[in-house]
């Protein structure tokens, strides 16, 4: 699944730049690590905090789940990700093209109303039968914390129900803006695809 989405992006960022290739650095060491580009051909760094420039972000209110607002992304990623603790009953709802890439639904990123951890709640389209290899994944890469992931398949949707805690995964921190918590999000479930791809092969 990932390896053909990102040969497919791959092909078409040729087609478009020619003899350079402009990637971001998960896609670029996956692409050079599973060899997916040509040797002679060029390799540019996005800047990370480019992804979600055209995210779609709204405000939310937690008890009513009602909008409160939709936010430019160009903003207001640069809002410290404290922000949501400073406005507990809200919510983040973002939708991206990067997170179907890597076939997630939307994110809702929160503080947790007990804990006052911040967590991501998502939904992971992936196959019942790799939940054991989600599990493993997240033994790995997540600080050891009995609250700090919980995992269930949803039948009736055909996907996992996700809900991690932000402040379990070693590269979050509390001082990021809600941009770089995005980044972090996404490079966490890249790799959790990535894994689920190379153990199962």
């Not at 939310?60 to 789940?65: A, N, Q, Y």
């Not at 050891?144 to 805690?165: A, M, P, R, Y």
Request: proline content about 1%; aromatic content about 12%; glycine content about 4%.
């Amino acid at each position: 699944m990932l390896q053909s989405n990102i040969q497919t992006y791959i092909e078409k960022e040729m087609n478009v730049q020619g003899q350079s290739l402009s990637l971001y650095q998960e896609e670029k060491e996956y692409a050079l690590q599973k060899e997916l580009v040509p040797q002679n051909l060029m390799i540019e760094e996005k800047e990370a905090s480019l992804r979600f420039k055209d995210s779609y972000i709204e405000r939310v209110e937690k008890e009513t789940d009602e909008l409160i607002t939709e936010e430019s992304p160009l903003s207001f990623l640069d809002t410290p990700i404290s922000y949501l603790k400073e406005h507990r009953s809200e919510f983040l709802y973002v939708e991206s093209k990067w997170f179907e890439f890597i076939k997630l639904d939307g994110c809702s990123f929160e503080v947790d109303d007990v804990f006052g951890t911040y967590k991501v709640l998502t939904g992971l389209h992936m196959q019942k039968k790799f939940g054991s290899l989600l599990k493993q994944f997240f033994a790995k890469e997540l600080n050891e914390s009995l609250t700090s992931v919980q995992l269930l398949f949803n039948d009736k949707d055909g996907l996992w129900d996700v809900n991690i805690e932000l402040d379990a995964i070693k590269e979050f921190n509390e001082k990021m803006s809600i941009g770089e918590a995005l980044v972090v999000t996404y490079r966490f479930f890249f790799h959790l695809v990535e894994y689920v791809e190379n153990e199962k092969a």
